[in-house]
C-alpha cells in the first residue's frame, strides 16, 4: 500500500528540520478539455481542503483559466501552451519555470504522455513527490485497471492513494452569471446537438433535434440551443423544423451556461463538453450515446442525469428521448 503524502509541518518535525517560513507549494495539472475539466472539480476542492495554507497552481489551458478563477480553489492558474517537440525553446521555457516555483508536491489528474513529461521536466535531481503515472514518480495510480474506471473514481482512487480521502462530489454553487440578457421567458430546455466535429458518429441528427424542438414548443416549452459558433448550421436544421426555437451558438461563455442550466426545465444532448456543466449544475438531463463512446468511462454525472445508448444514434428513436425527458 502507498503511504499517504504527510503534511509539510509533520515531516520536518520528525526529520527535526527548520519547519519552512513559506507555506508548501503544490502543483495541479488538468489540461482539458471542458468534460474533463468539470469530472475533476471534486478532486480540485478535496486538494484545496486538504491544504489550506498552501500556495496551489493549477497548470492547465487558456479556454479554462477565467471559469476556474472565482472557484477559490487555486492561488495561481498559469497557461500551458503545449509545447510540439519542434520547439526546444518552449520545453526550455516550461522546464525553467516548473523547476523555479519549487513546487514541493503535484497531483497530475492529466495522466497523460505530456504530463509524464513535464514530470521527467523537473529533473535531474530531487524531484517533488508527484501524484500520476509517470514513471519513477513518488506516488503512482498502482492500478492496472485505472484505464477501464469512469473518470470520476479513476481520480477518486489516485486520491486516496495519495493520502486524500472524502473526494467531494462536483460543486457549481460558486458560478454565477447573468442570464437575462437571453430575454428567455418561462419554462425552457436546453438543446446540445453538437459535439466532436471528427466524430459525427457521437451527434443526434440535427433533424432529430428539430422534431424534439417541435414537439417541446407545442407543449409549451421554448427550446434554447447550444453550442461552439461552428455549430450554428446544427441550429439553422432545428429552427427550419422548429421556428420557435432560440439559436445561442456562440453566444454563451461557460459560466452562463451553468447558470442557464441551473434555470432550464431540463436538457438533452450528445456527449460532449457542454453537458457535462449542464448535468453537474443539477439540469435534468438526457445523454445521448452511440456505440463509439462508452459511457461507463466519461459519461457526464448529476443528480438527475440519463444516459441513453444506441448502437448508431440515427436510429434513436424520438420518442424513446422524449419519453425520457423528466422536465421540472
Not at 107 to 134: H, V
Not at 180 to 193: E, I, Q, Y
Not at 311 to 316: C, I, N, R, Y
Amino acid at each position: 500500500m502507498i503511504a499517504p503524502w504527510r503534511s509539510t509541518k509533520k515531516y520536518w518535525l520528525k526529520n527535526k528540520a527548520v519547519m519552512p517560513d513559506t507555506p508548501s507549494r503544490i502543483l495541479v495539472i488538468k489540461l482539458g478539455a471542458l468534460g474533463d475539466i468539470v469530472l475533476a472539480l471534486g478532486p480540485f476542492a478535496a486538494i484545496r481542503r486538504d491544504h489550506p495554507d498552501a500556495h496551489v497552481t493549477l497548470l492547465t489551458t487558456r479556454p479554462y483559466v477565467e471559469f476556474l478563477k472565482p472557484s477559490e480553489y487555486f492561488d495561481d492558474i498559469w497557461v500551458d501552451d503545449r509545447p510540439v517537440l519542434c520547439q526546444p525553446h518552449r520545453w526550455w521555457a516550461l522546464r525553467k519555470r516548473l523547476r523555479g516555483a519549487r513546487f514541493d508536491k503535484v497531483y497530475d489528474l492529466q495522466t497523460s504522455d505530456r504530463s509524464g513529461w513535464y514530470f521527467r521536466l523537473m529533473g535531474p535531481g530531487a524531484r517533488p513527490q508527484w501524484s500520476g503515472i509517470a514513471a519513477g514518480c513518488s506516488h503512482p495510480h498502482a492500478n492496472p485497471e485505472r484505464d477501464i474506471m469512469h473518470s470520476i473514481e479513476r481520480q477518486n482512487e489516485q486520491m486516496a492513494m495519495a493520502g486524500i480521502i472524502d473526494v467531494p462530489a462536483t460543486d457549481l454553487s460558486w458560478v454565477t452569471a447573468r442570464i437575462d440578457r437571453f430575454d428567455l421567458a418561462g419554462r425552457f430546455c436546453l438543446l446540445v446537438p453538437g459535439g466532436a466535429l471528427h466524430r459525427p458518429a457521437k451527434r443526434w441528427p440535427a433533424a432529430h433535434y428539430g422534431a424534439l424542438a417541435a414537439k417541446l414548443a407545442a407543449d409549451g416549452i421554448q427550446p434554447v440551443i447550444l453550442g461552439m459558433a461552428d455549430e450554428s448550421p446544427l441550429a439553422a436544421v432545428i429552427r427550419g423544423l422548429c421556428a420557435r426555437a432560440i439559436d445561442l451558438t456562440g453566444q454563451t461563455s461557460l459560466v452562463e451556461i451553468a447558470a442557464l442550466a441551473r434555470a432550464a426545465s431540463g436538457s438533452v444532448g450528445n456527449d460532449t463538453g457542454p453537458m457535462h456543466m449542464i448535468a453537474a449544475a443539477g439540469c435534468p438531463s438526457i445523454v445521448l450515446f452511440s456505440a463509439v463512446s462508452d459511457p461507463s468511462l466519461a459519461a457526464p454525472r448529476g443528480p438527475e442525469t440519463k444516459i441513453l445508448q444506441c448502437g448508431s444514434l440515427v436510429e434513436m428513436p424520438l420518442d424513446e428521448v422524449a419519453a425520457a425527458l423528466s422536465l421540472r
